[in-house]
């Protein structure tokens, strides 16, 4: 997690509970990787190509993460600045 996420993730209100969100992105082993929670709490740690919360992950950025609906449609979560 870098050190943007580390200082949202101690704030209150900074995340939208209610919407899909970016915790972190990271170096790993097998390429970049990014914490993403869902709407219900959940968390997942991704890896570009794998699919989650029934979205596609497209691309992932030093502070943000693509990700690719069913429909073909596609969206750009930011870490959360605070």
């Not at 919360?53 to 429909?71: E, H, K, P, W």
């Amino acid at each position: 997690m870098n050190d943007v996420a580390a200082a949202a993730a101690t704030q209150q209100d900074v995340l939208d509970m209610q919407t899909l969100q970016v915790l972190g992105v990271m170096q790993a082993h097998d390429g970049l990787a990014a914490l993403i929670r869902s709407e219900r709490g959940e968390i997942a740690r991704v890896l570009v190509g794998e699919e989650v919360f029934g979205m596609m992950i497209t691309a992932i950025g030093d502070d943000s993460v693509i990700l690719t609906n069913r429909q073909g449609q596609t969206e750009a979560l930011a870490i959360p600045q605070g």
